[in-house]
């Protein structure tokens, strides 16, 4: 053998030795400067305990319909459908009819309780009224109000109704056994205009035997929605529990009507530590509701108090001091930065109602209002502001009379 091929040998099976040692000897994971100590990361762990978000299940447990836990008669049933022959013919002519009242029911028994507990959910509905805990709905509820022309409005999970629609009483059904005892409440977490960490109780019924909501005790008597001027949408939340046996709610009747909002601050929090022995959430639904004309009335007339108007406080715009000769500014707009705003409006207010009939309503607008012809010698500012008016635009038809 060659010296060449001897040495070529002997680098190879050197490599190969030096390769063997290493994945015999490979490091795993970071190497200590770098990688985190035991102290260190037991304290990772302990504050990763502390911010972990925990619920607590407080409602009757559901199981969830599969294909493997499907009920007996369903699967009967389906399987009558299969082969049917009437169904076929029905199906192929295009005649076949679904009755979608059952097939609600039947997705309520199955689905419904987990997509009302998402939307809940989703509006913060468990955050707001339990913090920590939450319910899977088990009992569907069927709430409507009565409208003019023999009309309905349902309440379902989080649809919009306005505080006209919602001035009485809705109807409230549920199926249950006539020899339970039950409690309805409807609370919302927002507007209350005294306690922001209060809620408003609406109505409170408890000791409802079944679904006969008439023969329960009404603690507290409906009051319409009430969401202010300004502050958005308010969420009206329906809940009913489950009575193990009557209850004494005497401490929380009020007089009929309750037309004083202190009296209805509410907390289902504290209301439900106090009965958890004897209660159990299993029916919600909710429904939005925001500012109408109708309110205006109500609180001047019912409740006896302004109406509450929310706005944002804008900061007073700077002015500078005033000069001899201003320069690209209108003369009248420049007189008005240095004046009160409310004498301002006042100004505008008295001249639009000094061309308003109180009955016939404002002069009306003329045909062709550029036809008429200016005097020559009228300031530019005062032509413009003529101008605006006979438009009809500007600040003296935007004034609203309160």
Known sequence: MSTKLFRCLTNKLLILKVQHVRHAHRVRGKPPGIAKSLKERLAELSQGDSTVDFKIDIGFPVEKITRRNVPSSWIKKI????????????SRTKTLMV???KARKDWLLADGPFHIHRIAEHYSIYKDLYGD????????LNISYNLENDKLINVYNGNVIKPNEASKAPQVTYNVKDES???LLMTTPDCNLTSSCNEYCHWFIGNIPGNCLNEGEELVDYLR???????????????????????DFSGYKRTKPCLTLE??????LDFYKKHQDQLTPAGLAFFQSD??????????????????????????PYVKKQAWFPLKKAFNKYLDRYRDPKQINKEFLLKKLKKTHPFNGPEPSLK?????????????????ETIKERLRYGRINDIEEY
């Not at 500012?291 to 007073?316: A, G």
């Open 181 to 183: 005892l039950w409690t």
């Open 368 to 384: 062709y209002p550029m036809a008429h012809r200016l005097p020559w010698d009228m300031p530019s500012w005062l032509k413009f």
């Open 133 to 140: 805990a939450y319910f899977m709905p088990t009992i569907p």
């Open 99 to 101: 009755d979608l009242q």
């Open 79 to 90: 399987s009558a459908n299969k082969h049917s022959s009437e169904l076929e013919r029905f």
């Open 263 to 268: 009296e209805r601050n509410w907390k289902t």
């Open 291 to 316: 500012w109408d004309s109708s309110l205006k009335d109500f609180y001047y007339s019912t409740l006896n108090m302004k109406v509450p108007v929310f706005r944002y406080d804008f900061p007073k």
């Open 225 to 247: 929605p009430i969401a202010p001027y300004g502050i958005g949408y308010c969420r009206y939340i329906f809940v009913l529990y489950k009575q193990e046996c009557p209850i």
